[in-house]
């Protein structure tokens, strides 16, 4: 508290307790009981938190930024609520048209796939409108569904399946929703759609081919017999493919399928020994649910010396990993690597599925929130 105190008299830029429309005694209480709980670098990301507010309340800005900010930290702290009892459980992200009937093949495919991957373990996250969304809380129904409701003039009433239930969370602003469907999900799944689904699609590759966010299995549904995704990959061979501006192995981030029960082996199969990722300085901790023998790794070492700048080797947790408890029991190793080919890595993280280990296919991630 006295450190708080201190900054606020040090720095005029932050602005006082009485500027803050508050008596002292009154924030004093505030912030005492805020990060009187918290310690080490959670204490001071807290503290931060605060003073950015702060000084955001002093600057040239105008009513309308204020409000941006209010609105979104709301949003997002009421979507970190929402999801922190269900850490432990994997989750799919699923994308798809609004507008998709009850008796489209997609709304049938997507809702079997929902159901079949909950079957397993899975919980579902999609948007709580009609069409592809309630096809997947359908499938997976209510208790094993989030919905990611956007407040719209159209498209936008919660359906019935997750319309009463405490996992519906209303977004008033677009890049708070995908930020959501991002963060809290292990893998995803996109269906048929307009605007928004290609929206979704083209940013969640982006994230991923640039590092922004951690591999993922990315699956693109048709119902049987269906061309919308093939279409697409002939779209990003012929016109982004071959004038350069995506790379071949750009094309491994994502799989085509009209197969349910391929859709489900993906995504399973993608955390078989794979189990998660960290950035420990500059290289890349990649934890397994099994470790490969060495001469596996040196192998592997060999199959992808074109990204490699050395060895995959095995390595301990590290003293974040411990301090966070960011599972230091795994086994890991370390990549150091070309974060301009992650498509390449990605297909690495395929190779490491395909070792002959025994372990399971497991539906708990048994990891701490991401940092």
């Known amino acids: 508290m006295e450190a708080m105190n201190t900054r606020l008299n040090r720095d005029p830029s932050i602005t006082s307790e009485r500027e803050a429309g508050m008596a002292p005694s009154e924030l004093d209480e505030l912030l005492a009981g805020y990060l009187g709980e918290l310690s080490g670098p959670d204490a001071e990301l807290a503290r931060e938190i605060v003073t950015t507010a702060l000084k955001l309340g002093h600057e040239q800005v105008s009513r309308l930024d204020r409000k941006i900010?209010?609105?979104?930290?709301?949003?997002?702290?009421h979507a970190f609520r929402v999801f922190a009892p269900y850490k432990a459980i994997r989750?799919?992200?699923i994308f798809g048209s609004a507008r998709t009937t009850r008796e489209d093949p997609a709304y049938v495919?997507?809702?079997?796939?929902?159901?079949e991957i909950a079957r397993r373990g899975w919980m579902v996250i999609t948007g709580a409108g009609p069409?592809?969304?309630?096809a997947g809380h359908e499938g997976a129904g209510g208790e094993l569904s989030f919905g990611a409701n956007i407040r719209l003039p159209f498209e936008a009433k919660p359906n019935?399946?997750?319309a009463n239930d405490s996992k519906l969370i209303n977004f008033k602003y677009f890049f708070t929703r995908k930020l959501t469907f991002m963060k809290e999900a292990d893998a995803f799944v996109l269906l048929p759609g307009g605007f928004g689904t290609m929206d979704e699609a083209f940013e969640l590759l982006t994230l991923v081919q640039t590092g922004k966010t951690d591999l993922s299995p990315i699956v693109m549904l048709d119902p049987p017999g269906g061309d919308y995704w093939e279409r697409f990959d002939v779209y990003v061979k012929e016109e982004l493919l071959e004038r350069g501006y995506v790379s071949e192995d750009d094309l491994a981030l994502y799989r085509r399928t009209d197969d349910i029960d391929e859709a489900v082996r993906e995504i399973e199969s993608f955390y078989r020994v794979y189990h998660s990722?960290?950035?420990v300085g500059r290289r890349l901790v990649l934890r397994l649910n099994a470790m490969p023998p060495a001469d596996v790794l040196a192998q592997i070492s060999t199959e992808f010396s074109d990204i490699l700048f050395e060895p995959v080797r095995a390595t301990r947790a590290s003293r974040g990993e411990i301090a966070d408890q960011d599972v230091p029991d795994l086994p890991r190793i370390s990549v150091a690597f070309d974060r301009q080919h992650v498509g390449r890595l990605r297909q690495l993280v395929d190779r490491l599925n395909q070792l002959p280990l025994d372990?399971?296919?497991p539906s708990e991630k048994g990891r701490p929130e991401e940092l």
């Open 69 to 77: 900010v209010n609105s979104v930290l709301k949003e997002l702290r």
């Open 277 to 279: 990722q960290r950035m």
């Open 160 to 162: 019935p399946v997750i």
């Open 109 to 115: 495919a997507t809702r079997d796939f929902s159901r």
């Open 91 to 93: 989750k799919v992200s």
């Open 359 to 361: 372990v399971p296919l």
């Open 131 to 134: 069409g592809i969304m309630e």
